[in-house]
């Protein structure tokens, strides 16, 4: 059974802090590349960051940059999101996926939730003083 797995959001106060992982089982993150995603009620899903299988390149939205930063541990199949000065438009439930490695996707790192193949099946963040 090929699965991901994301875990460590919850409630928190504006300005704090949380952390997101994202575990694979069944298959091996070398090979692939990942992003979070988040949707929040009523809205689309929208593209928070994303990383290469190496680790090297990493993307964010706009509205997260400098704020948020992904990381990966491929010897713990484990890719983190972590998150800093979190903001009450910042509560959606958060999504990790996977893209499988492509020789297109060595050259540009997919950033649109269509590309990827494996999801894990959210954790609630939300942020409310």
């Known amino acids: 059974q090929l699965q991901l797995v994301d875990f460590g959001g919850g409630l928190v106060q504006p300005g704090g802090s949380l952390r997101l992982s994202c575990a694979a089982s069944?298959?091996?993150?070398?090979?692939?590349?990942i992003g979070w995603f988040r949707q929040a009620p009523g809205k689309e899903r929208e593209g928070v960051s994303w990383?290469?299988?190496?680790?090297?390149?990493?993307n964010y939205a706009d509205s997260v940059k400098g704020r948020f930063t992904i990381s990966r541990d491929n010897a713990k199949n484990t890719v983190y999101l972590q998150m800093n000065s979190l903001k009450p438009e910042d509560t959606a439930v958060y999504y990790c996926?996977?893209?499988?490695?492509?020789?297109?996707?060595?050259?540009?790192?997919?950033?649109?939730?269509?590309?990827?193949?494996?999801w894990g099946q959210g954790t609630q963040v939300t942020v409310s003083s």
């Open positions: 996926a996977a893209a499988r490695l492509t020789q297109r996707f060595r050259l540009r790192i997919p950033e649109d939730w269509h590309q990827y193949e494996y």
């Open positions: 069944g298959f091996s993150l070398d090979d692939y590349v």
């Open positions: 990383i290469s299988s190496s680790g090297g390149n990493r």
